[in-house]
């Protein structure tokens, strides 16, 4: 199986004194669903900034789908990340101005891109949405929104879909439609997702979770269970292992 995201001893320090990433190295297989985990302030967050490419490591390597990130500048992996990157947030990111078809199209357009109407449009009906496309985001609800996001992230058949606390704003109804349809987005579609999360319930849906600690690998779980993940979860702090 070959790796949709490389990671090489990514680092990351602010202000020369604080180490967000200290030598990070991972990989994510093409056709996986990964979840990267680990207490507040562990650096999953800056992580999943530095390989979607929406933030620079200090130093290291960022390669997706063959391209090195870390080495493209600011106007080509732009460039790169609206074609070859998805993106679905905890606060789906949606321009209210914009229908939910026109928001779901925008990566397209900003990539001066054409639009298949016809694909965005069976997008939209996989996702139980292909009667609300004239709608604005303000008449979706919370789990519908999210729903958009993911048709958004879908739009560009990206190498890797990143998505950051995807279910912390829903409610648990959504959260698990929301969390359903990344797991089909992998194991129906063959796409590759990476998505970090605080719960552990939300993990059990993924292939694998990758656990971080004070900036360094803390260890792996593959096949990931509820009660699995929290027994880890509880013991992160007592002491964070390089890989």
Not at 70 to 88: C, E, I, N, P, Q
Not at 136 to 147: A, D, I, N, T, V
Not at 186 to 199: Q, S
């Amino acid at each position: 199986m070959t790796d949709a995201v490389q990671l090489e001893a990514l680092t990351k320090t602010y202000d020369d004194t604080v180490t967000a990433l200290a030598g990070v190295t991972a990989s994510f297989p093409a056709g996986s669903f990964t979840a990267v985990m680990g207490p507040s302030g562990s650096g999953k967050s800056t992580l999943l900034q530095c390989a979607a490419g929406l933030d620079r490591p200090t130093s290291g390597r960022v390669v997706i789908a063959g391209t090195e990130l870390t080495t493209s500048g600011d106007t080509a992996m732009t460039k790169f990340r609206r074609l070859r990157v998805g993106f679905v947030f905890q606060d789906y990111n949606l321009l209210p101005s914009l229908t939910v078809e026109q928001n779901v199209v925008l990566p397209l357009r900003l990539a001066g891109k054409r639009a298949d109407r016809r694909r965005v449009r069976a997008v939209l009906d996989q996702l139980g949405l292909g009667d609300r496309l004239a709608d604005s985001p303000e008449k979706l609800s919370g789990g519908q929104r999210q729903r958009v996001a993911v048709a958004r992230a879908l739009i560009t058949e990206p190498a890797v879909i990143f998505a950051d606390e995807p279910t912390g704003a829903l409610d648990m109804r959504s959260a698990r439609e929301v969390l359903g349809l990344l797991r089909a987005v992998v194991h129906e579609h063959g796409g590759t997702v990476v998505m970090v999360t605080h719960d552990p319930a939300a993990a059990a849906y993924t292939d694998s979770v990758l656990f971080l600690a004070d900036g360094r690998l803390a260890g792996s779980l593959r096949g990931p269970t509820v009660d699995a993940v929290a027994e880890r979860l509880a013991h992160l702090g007592d002491a964070a292992v390089a890989a």
